[in-house]
């Protein structure tokens, strides 16, 4: 399967002292996976194919409900298209 582009925003119900250390949690995640990604203020898109995300949008939840988030609310952006789609193409010429 081709790679999609997939935006993942996890807002973990904690304390407000706590957001940061939850959602930097789930980004190291999503980097230890070796997929392409870049983080922006609201949400982190990764690129790869649509069954990696998944998981990679499962374990987002779990990190979260493990590091104390009593609900995990969670908005997710797909991008796909048959021939694949990359990050790069989307925002190269901003660069």
């Known amino acids: 399967m ?3 582009n997939l935006s993942l ?3 973990p119900v904690v304390p407000d002292s706590e957001i940061y250390y939850v959602v930097d949690k789930v980004i190291e ?3 230890a996976t070796g997929l ?3 983080v922006g203020p609201f949400e982190t898109s990764i690129e790869g194919e649509l069954d990696e995300m998944l ?3 499962k ?3 779990t990190i979260c409900t493990d590091l104390g988030a009593e609900r995990v609310v969670s908005i997710v ?3 796909y298209k048959e021939e694949g789609v990359t990050i790069d193409e989307k ?3 901003y660069k």
């Open 2 to 4: 081709a790679n999609v």
């Open 77 to 79: 952006k797909i991008d």
């Open 36 to 38: 392409k990604f870049v």
């Open 59 to 61: 374990k987002a939840q």
């Open 9 to 11: 925003q996890v807002l």
């Open 29 to 31: 995640m999503i980097k």
């Open 91 to 93: 925002v190269s010429k």
């Open 55 to 57: 998981e990679i949008v």
